[in-house]
Each structure stands twice: as structure tokens, then as C-alpha cells.
């Protein structure tokens, strides 16, 4: 079980990092095809920063959970 | 931690109890529930076979019942993160027993306002193109962008303040809801650094998910306003969707605790205040939604251009008038009726005039999005639309999905957050020094409380 709490962060990472490439992938596009290129750096501007911090959750918050969760001894282990 | 739950913990044993076991209720509540989920989803494979011709959409009223319900269930949705996170953020020591029924709310119906955009795909399977070919030079792939980062905002908001819970549930429960508490709680033992590191979180995502929150109905709304369509290009839209929505979500917050408070018989948590104090949260969004549909029908009539005044005199004195006085009455006369009175202002009283307030709110939507489509300003035929047996099929089979989506949570998840009740009545002193820091002058010295009314 103890391993099995890691899919949750890494879950919530690998959407995160799914999510910024898809945004990377419309840059791309806007660029090659030179169209709405403005519109699509200042869209990315916003998202990207936000998933970035959704990452940050799932790796600082959800997996340092379940690392101390995995830690020896203490009340209430399950 | 093992043993029956109302010899160990007899004071918040009724918030366990739901989780821990299934009423015969729940079943005879959940069952026509799960019917007419079923019969929607006989009416949408109708619509997937025989394609959007079984719909009432036509020429030149290509936006119907579903693109009402997009804008309304995304409304609801800014019940429960948005309100969470501001209250959190205030301090507001009455949030405790309502953040996570209003941020269940969130989670689950924006699944439906995603629905809602699929089932008015005649082809489903092209929301790939959107993936694949996308250009964000189109408001509605903003709409996919902000709904997106919105719902996976919401849904850690949700999450993070539900794992010490999990880990209270999985210390009382057996057999297979063990195995799936323990695994969601992710190992919780409420050490200093787990706690540091929750506590951060949480705090980053109540300061972060306001502004996503805002932005998410902004964006909605500037589909519509982005064109140049009559009553719909308006620079007031973004304020006025957003007011809308906190408006019918802090309305469907107060029916959902109110069903909950009667369910599981948590009248000791969800007392009267909260939902006095609720009321008059929707009391002040009434107002400012009069306020904010005023200028916009004022400044349509005043400025007297043709494509407008077409659409706004068939919204006040032509076809849809019946619609639009209800909704007027429903929106503003009912609940300011109701909630401006303190003898009115009931559980009873807010529940009326919540429910006035969804179904004003419905009826909103739909006379932005019918009227001004059925009176184009281009030169085509004015049109009309009414929604087929199909599509309100549809709509009643998602509406009970998503009450039943509700029940099931509450069934699965403490409705109630466990652990911040016990941190607010453990931190009553606390609470009572901070509000002797918002005084001025001298204060007498504070005395210890204990927390009335505990059981």
C-alpha cells in the first residue's frame, strides 16, 4: 500500500506535465503557421504558471505526505 | 484507534456514521435518481444514432438547452471553491462545517458543465481536434483552457483538506473501505511536517483558485461577448456572468446543506447562523444582480439600436416575456422578499428562496442565449426555439447524475471537515485573541471559553 500512494502525486504531476506540453505544443504550433501567436503566449503565460504550482503540490505537498506517511514509527500508523 | 465508533467518539459519531454504513433511505432516494440517469443516457445514444436532428436546435437558433445548461452548471459550480477559499482566507471561523459540502459541489458539477459541451457536439469524438489543432485566437478554446486549469484546482482544494479525514475514516473503518481510505489518505499520521506541508498547500491553492475561479466565468461569458451579436456584446458581461454565478452557487450551497442537514441529521453542525449567514451573502448577490441586469437592459434600450432593441422587446413585452418576468420575480422579488425580513430569514425561509433563485437563475441563461440567436442582426428569418423531449431528457438525466454523484460523496467522504471542526473548537482562544487584535483601545483580558453546546 505504501507504494501505492505515490500513484496519487504522480498522477496529479503527470496531468500537470501533460497539460504544459499540450500548451508547448500550441506555441509550437502558433509559431510554425505564424498564426495567433499573440494570443497564444499570453494564454500560455497564465497556464503554465498555474500548472507549475499544481506540480509543485503534487510533488512538495501530496508526495512529502506520503514520504512521512512511509516513515517509521509514530501514532496512527495505519 | 479500533472499536465501535459511538463508544470512542461519541461527539462527532454522527459525521462518521454516513461513511461507515448505508441506510435503506439512501437506496429508496438513490433509486429514481439512478433511473432517470439511465433514461438520459437512452435519450443521448438516440441523439449519438440519429445525430442532432432529434434536438429542437434549428436555423437560426443553433444554441440551445445545452450550451443553458454549459453556462448554468458552470455557474454553480463557483458555489463551493471560490466561497471556500474566500471564507478560508477571511478567517471566517462559521466556514468550518460548509467548506467541503460547497467544494463537492464544485468538483462534480463542472463535470457536467464539460458534459454539456459534449452532448451539443453532433460528433463527440472531434473534441480531439481541439487537442490536436487548437487555436487559442478562439474564446472557446480559452473556455477549455480555464475550465481545465479551474477543475483540476478544484479538485486538489477538495482534495487536500480531505486527507486527514481519510485518515480518521480509515482508522475506524473494515474491509474493503479500509483498503481504499488508506490508500487515499496517503499514509496521514498528523505529523508536524505533514501538517506544515498541508497547511501550505491548502493556503497556496485558497489564495490561487480566486482568481482562476473569476476567470473561469469571465471567460464564459466573453464567448458570447466577443461577438457581434445583439445584447451579447457588452463590456459588463464578464462582472455580470461572474456575479450570476456566485449568485445561483451560494443558492444551490444552501439547498445541498440544507438536504444534507435532514439526511444525516447534522443539525448540531449546521446550525441556523450558517445558514443565516449564507442568506445574507445571497441577499447582497440578489441585489447586485438587479443592479448588474438593470444597466444592461437600460443601456440596451437607451442606446435604441435596432439588432437590440429587437432582442430586448421580444426578452420584455414579446415572445419571451412570461419568461423574463418569472425570472425577474424569481431572482430578485421571492428572495429579497424573503431574506431581508430576520423573521423570514429561516432555514426553511433561505432553502424557498435558494431554489427560487436556481430556477431564476436557469431562466436567465436561457433568455441570453434563445432570444438574442433567435433575432439575428444579420438579415436571416427571426426564429424560435423549444427544446425536443430528447434534450430535456437529457438535461433531467444529468441533473439526477448529479444529485446522485452528491449522495454518493456523501456516502463515501465526511460531508462535514472533521478535523477543522476540532481545530476551530480547540482554538477558540486563539480565535477570540485575534478578535481582540481587530479592536481598538484597551479590551478587558480574555477568559478562556469552552466551546457551548458540545456534547
Known amino acids: ?78 | 484507534m479500533a472499536g465501535p465508533v459511538h463508544q470512542r467518539d461519541p461527539e462527532d459519531a454522527v459525521l462518521f456514521a454516513p461513511v461507515l454504513g448505508t441506510t435503506r433511505r439512501f437506496w429508496l432516494g438513490a433509486t429514481p435518481l439512478l433511473a432517470m440517469t439511465l433514461w438520459g443516457m437512452y435519450a443521448y445514444t438516440l441523439q449519438l444514432r440519429y445525430g442532432l436532428g432529434v434536438t429542437g436546435l434549428n436555423r437560426p437558433v443553433a444554441w440551445g438547452i445545452y450550451i443553458i445548461n454549459f453556462v448554468f452548471f458552470i455557474g454553480i459550480s463557483h458555489a463551493g471553491t471560490l466561497i471556500s477559499a474566500i471564507l478560508r482566507l477571511c478567517k471566517a471561523e462559521w466556514r468550518r462545517p460548509i467548506t467541503r459540502a460547497a467544494e463537492a459541489i464544485t468538483v462534480l458539477v463542472l463535470f457536467f458543465g464539460l458534459g454539456s459541451i459534449i452532448m451539443d457536439l453532433g460528433r463527440p469524438d472531434r473534441l480531439f481536434y481541439v487537442l490536436q489543432y487548437g487555436r487559442l485566437q478562439s474564446p472557446l478554446l480559452w473556455d477549455v483552457t480555464s475550465i481545465t486549469t479551474y477543475l483540476t484546482g478544484s479538485a486538489l482544494y477538495l482534495y487536500l483538506p480531505l486527507i486527514p479525514d481519510l485518515a480518521l475514516v480509515r482508522d475506524r473503518a473494515t474491509g474493503w473501505r479500509r483498503t481504499l481510505y488508506t490508500f487515499l489518505a496517503l499514509g496521514w499520521r498528523g505529523t508536524p511536517g505533514q501538517h506544515r506541508r498541508l497547511e501550505r498547500g491548502i493556503a497556496v491553492m485558497a489564495v490561487m483558485v480566486i482568481p482562476i475561479a473569476v476567470s473561469v466565468h469571465t471567460v464564459v461569458s466573453w464567448v458570447f461577448s466577443m461577438t457581434l451579436q445583439p445584447m451579447w456584446k457588452s463590456t459588463i458581461f464578464g462582472p455580470y456572468f461572474v456575479t450570476g454565478a456566485i449568485f445561483s452557487g451560494i443558492a444551490a450551497l444552501i439547498i445541498s446543506m440544507a438536504a444534507v442537514r435532514r439526511a444525516y441529521h447534522l443539525e448540531n453542525y449546521l446550525k441556523p447562523v450558517h445558514f443565516n449567514s449564507l442568506s445574507l451573502l445571497l441577499l447582497v448577490m440578489s441585489l447586485l444582480w438587479f443592479y448588474f441586469t438593470f444597466a444592461e437592459h437600460l443601456t440596451a434600450y437607451y442606446g435604441g439600436e435596432l439588432g437590440e432593441a429587437m432582442v430586448l422587446f421580444a426578452k420584455v413585452t414579446g415572445r419571451w416575456a412570461p419568461a423574463f418576468w418569472a425570472m425577474a420575480v424569481l431572482n430578485f422579488v421571492i428572495p429579497v422578499a424573503i431574506l431581508a425580513n430576520g423573521r423570514t430569514r429561516t432555514v426553511a425561509g433561505s432553502v424557498v428562496a435558494s431554489a427560487s433563485v436556481v430556477v431564476g437563475m436557469w431562466l436567465e441563461r436561457y433568455l441570453i442565449v434563445v432570444p438574442t440567436l433567435a433575432n439575428p442582426r444579420l438579415p436571416y428569418e427571426r426564429g424560435f426555439y423549444a427544446p425536443s423531449w430528447v434534450e430535456v431528457s437529457i438535461t433531467a438525466g444529468a441533473v439526477s447524475f448529479f444529485v446522485l454523484l452528491y449522495m454518493v460523496f456523501t456516502k463515501l467522504f465526511p460531508i462535514i471537515s472533521i478535523w477543522e471542526v476540532r481545530e476551530g473548537r480547540e482554538g477558540l482562544v486563539t480565535a477570540q485573541e485575534r478578535m481582540v487584535g481587530y479592536l481598538p483601545g484597551p479590551v478587558a483580558p480574555v477568559t478562556p471559553v469552552t466551546p457551548a453546546g458540545r456534547r
Do not use: C, H, K
Request: net charge positive; charged share 15%.
Open chain 1, 1 to 78: 500500500m505504501e507504494r501505492a500512494w505515490r500513484a496519487i502525486p504522480l498522477s496529479v504531476a503527470a496531468f500537470a506535465l501533460a497539460f504544459i506540453g499540450w500548451m508547448i505544443r500550441m506555441l509550437q504550433l502558433a509559431w510554425v503557421r505564424n498564426d495567433s501567436w499573440g494570443f497564444t503566449v499570453t494564454v500560455a503565460s497564465v497556464v503554465i504558471p498555474v500548472f507549475l504550482v499544481y506540480l509543485w503540490l503534487a510533488l512538495y505537498v501530496l508526495w512529502g505526505i506520503a514520504r512521512e506517511g512511509r516513515a517509521p514509527g509514530g501514532e496512527g500508523r495505519p
